[in-house]
């Protein structure tokens, strides 16, 4: 007699979902090329080295530091922000030795390195590598692990049941971290290119910016579409529950899934379209490298918002994050005279702040109508985003105070000019184009100059429109 095969349903759907949870964590990783590329396509090819060296250092160092540190310092603020909690330090860095908890490690850790990398973008072409890797260090350590420690995981300061939550009423939404995430990034890479100062020839005399374009918008293009194909891991994988059971039986979570990867789709789709608008409208012609960013802001102004309003709502949400990168980036650059070179600010960092605090007024109805998610939500998501803001902004100015004590900021002026892939790391990019002094060849001036290959006059066509 054939004895039938018993399988356990819940034991099923906790293998798939961990299964689930590892492929779209290596999704997420993609995004690390992604923002090499995007990064390196916006400096001069001086500094292309320097930004893949400081993209490594994110990962390679951001890890280790996470691992070590960064991960049970979330839980603790978890722990210490929320009524009834009793503090446990050995509670938190119980992951450490448990590798039940280490998939569960690994998908907080990937969210982590998208922060820390974000701030490279806005600091490159002049801040020192030393100074960089401290940074980095923080970000991982401390600066970003607190911000999943105050929302996310069901305990923390905004979180239904943290101090925050409970006066309000209500917890706060934010479903895959456009402000714990994406916000905290553009903000920490603000302050840091503020503090870090300009690079030379940024702004003339009387103050005014001054273009100095990145040597290749098909990197910058390429970038922008790897860390689209990543994002579909950040939204989609967050909504980690593929499986379910019910009485019993294991069901397919379809139209949760669903839901997030429309809303991405779609916000990413409008925030592209409405940048090409805004760009057109602003400088004449649409721009290649706007829409990529107003892409890519689009994605972040959904990225809290996905699973919580309708698809109506996601259009609108990523369509009016396009349509504000461009003004906003002048703003910074014009007004506030920070020289943000990959525009973090205006990318994740101002359309993760308007994206999230918009939720309330697109909410969806489990049937997916909509309805409006009250006026307690709204005041959650404004206290939410400054709360968010203010530990960001504070903790960075700390980091960058000591990395600047113990370290200096930025390399000299003569390092600056030289490029930092000379000066900092001893190697170039683009070899076949460096000058070989003693044979006079001809050079790709890596100083944002003309582009000369053979020693003669400058090729045609060798313009490359760069963070202007």
């Known amino acids: 007699m054939v004895t039938p095969l018993q ?56 890890v280790l530091v996470f691992f070590i540190v960064g991960a049970a310092f979330s839980s603790i603020v978890g722990m210490v922000t929320t009524p009834g909690v009793p503090l446990s330090v050995g509670g938190a860095f119980s992951y450490i030795n ?18 820390a990398t974000i701030v490279s973008g806005a600091v490159a072409g002049r801040m020192s590598y030393k100074a960089y890797v401290f940074v980095a260090a923080a970000m991982t350590a401390v600066i970003y692990p607190a911000m999943p420690g105050i929302a996310w995981g069901g305990s923390g300061l905004v979180s239904g049941a943290g101090y925050l939550g409970q006066l309000i009423g209500v917890g706060y939404l934010d479903f ?8 905290c990034g553009g903000l920490a890479g ?35 579409l790897f860390l689209a194909f990543g994002w579909y891991g950040f939204n989609v994988g967050t909504q980690a529950t593929v499986l379910a059971v019910s009485d019993g039986a294991v069901a397919f979570n379809g139209g949760a899934l669903g839901q997030v990867v429309l809303n991405t789709t779609l916000g990413m789709g ?20 706007w829409a990529a960013n107003g892409l890519l802001a689009g994605l972040v102004a959904v990225t809290g918002a996905v699973p919580h309003v309708t698809w109506w709502g996601g259009v609108i949400l990523g369509g009016i994050a396009g349509a504000l990168v461009l003004p906003t980036y002048r703003w910074v650059v014009d007004s506030l005279k920070i020289d943000d070179v990959c525009g973090v600010f205006a990318v994740h960092g101002s359309a993760g702040a308007i994206g999230t605090i918009l939720i309330p007024f697109f909410g969806v109805t489990a049937s997916g109508g909509y309805t409006f998610l009250g006026v307690d939500q ?28 113990l370290f200096g900021l930025r390399v000299s002026e003569s390092e600056e000019e030289e490029g930092l892939d000379q000066s900092e790391h001893g190697v170039s990019v683009y070899p076949e184009f460096v000058p070989n002094q003693s044979r006079g ?9 003309d582009v000369r290959t053979d020693g003669g006059e400058p090729a045609e066509d060798a313009e490359v429109t760069g963070d202007e």
Not at 102 to 114: E, N
């Open 441 to 449: 060849e001809g050079t790709v001036a890596t100083d944002g100059g």
């Open 270 to 289: 409008a925030g592209g379209v409405a940048a090409m608008i805004v760009s057109a409208s602003w400088q004449g012609k649409p721009d290649p490298l």
């Open 7 to 62: 399988l356990d349903p819940t034991a099923i759907a906790n293998g798939v979902n961990n299964v689930w949870i590892l492929v779209v964590c290596f999704l997420i990783f993609f995004m690390q090329p992604g923002f090499a590329l995007l990064e390196s396509g916006q400096v001069r090819a001086k500094n292309v080295g320097n930004v893949l060296m400081k993209n490594m250092t994110d990962w390679t160092l951001g």
């Open 98 to 115: 448990d590798p039940t908890a280490y998939i569960g490690w690994f998908f907080g850790a990937v969210f982590a390195m998208t922060a």
């Open 190 to 224: 603000l302050v840091g290119a503020k503090m870090v100062g300009p690079r030379k020839g940024r702004f003339d005399s009387n103050g005014n910016s001054q273009a100095i374009p990145g040597h290749s918008m098909l990197l910058a293009v390429l970038g922008t």
């Open 378 to 405: 709204l005041v959650m998501q404004v206290v939410g985003v400054a709360v968010v803001g203010t530990w960001t902004v504070l903790a960075t100015i700390v980091a960058f105070k000591i990395a600047d004590v």
């Open 176 to 183: 895959a971290g456009a402000t714990i995430v994406h916000m």
